[in-house]
């Protein structure tokens, strides 16, 4: 059975950090690329970071110097660092992953996905 399972999500203040983690089980954890959603109230879901089998990360536009994703693969967990936060990085966020070798930046191209953990910066 596939589990994803977010954690970490709270309530900051502007230009506080937080620390996303993200336990996989059911899954060949070393191989997946592992991504970071967001989906803001009445937004669609968004990219936020992606890390792929050998280490390389992406980041979308907004967060880049500010969010930093990595893995254990050991513990088969992901994690996302996010500092400097912002008011509008306020949402929620999901974990997923795909066998796909590519970092994708669209929800379709993930097989399985976390339950969501709640970020809210207030500003």
């Known amino acids: 059975q596939v589990q994803l399972v977010e954690s970490g999500g709270g309530l900051v203040q502007a230009g506080g950090s937080l620390r996303l983690s993200c336990a996989v089980s059911?899954?060949?954890?070393?191989?997946?690329?592992m991504g970071w959603f967001r989906q803001a109230p009445g937004k669609e879901r968004q990219f936020v970071s992606a890390?792929?089998?050998?280490?390389?990360?992406y980041y979308c536009d907004s967060v880049k110097g500010r969010f930093t994703i990595s893995k254990d693969i050991a513990e088969s967990t992901v994690y996302l660092q996010m500092n400097s936060l912002k008011a509008e990085d306020t949402a929620v966020y999901y974990c997923?992953?795909?066998?796909?070798?590519?970092?994708?930046?669209?929800?379709?191209?993930?097989?399985?996905w976390g339950q969501g953990t709640q970020v809210t910066v207030s500003s």
């Open positions: 997923a992953a795909t066998k796909r070798v590519v970092a994708g930046r669209w929800p379709g191209e993930y097989d399985d």
């Open positions: 059911g899954r060949t954890f070393r191989t997946d690329t």
């Open positions: 890390i792929i089998w050998s280490g390389s990360t």
